[in-house]
């Protein structure tokens, strides 16, 4: 069972392709790992495994972001539909100081030369805290 939880929220209203859809939450996904890396001076605690990458952990805090690389993390896809609304998740996420990469598309393939902001991925965060901020959005 999963202790911690990362929630990336994508704006439905914009009706993008499902290759684009993936392609705007693993750049949400990424920009939020490697900002809580960064926040918690942990960047020089990546290693390269046969399997991947791993966090060192010896004598240091077991957070949400260290069991994300230890034991795996849900990634839950919800939705809303507007920008106000997204921009209101991450508003209320950075209030509780929590961590949000907010993503903005450039615009060259699907809005017309437009920047657009297209999801966010909340950090890796306890299931509860998760589910304060996000739980009542529907599932993508």
């Known amino acids: 069972m999963y202790r911690s939880k ?21 750049h949400a996904a990424i ?3 490697l900002m809580a890396l960064t926040r918690e001076g942990r960047l020089a605690d990546l290693a390269m495994t046969d399997d991947g990458m791993t966090l060192t952990t010896e004598g240091k805090e077991m957070t949400p972001l260290a069991e994300w690389f230890c034991y795996g993390c849900a990634k839950i896809c919800i ?3 507007s920008e ?24 060259m393939t699907e809005f017309h030369g ?12 306890a299931a509860d805290t998760a589910d304060e901020l996000t739980g009542g959005l529907p599932l993508y």
């Open 79 to 81: 939705y809303v539909d």
């Open 31 to 33: 920009e939020a790992i």
């Open 114 to 125: 437009v920047p657009t902001k297209t999801c966010l991925a909340l950090e890796p965060l």
């Open 84 to 107: 106000e609304a997204l921009l209101a998740i991450d508003a209320k996420a950075k209030e509780r100081g929590i961590l949000s990469a907010v993503i903005t598309d450039a615009g």
């Open 6 to 26: 990362m929630m990336i929220v994508m704006r439905r209203d914009l009706k993008m392709r499902k290759g684009k859809i993936a392609a705007q939450a693993g």
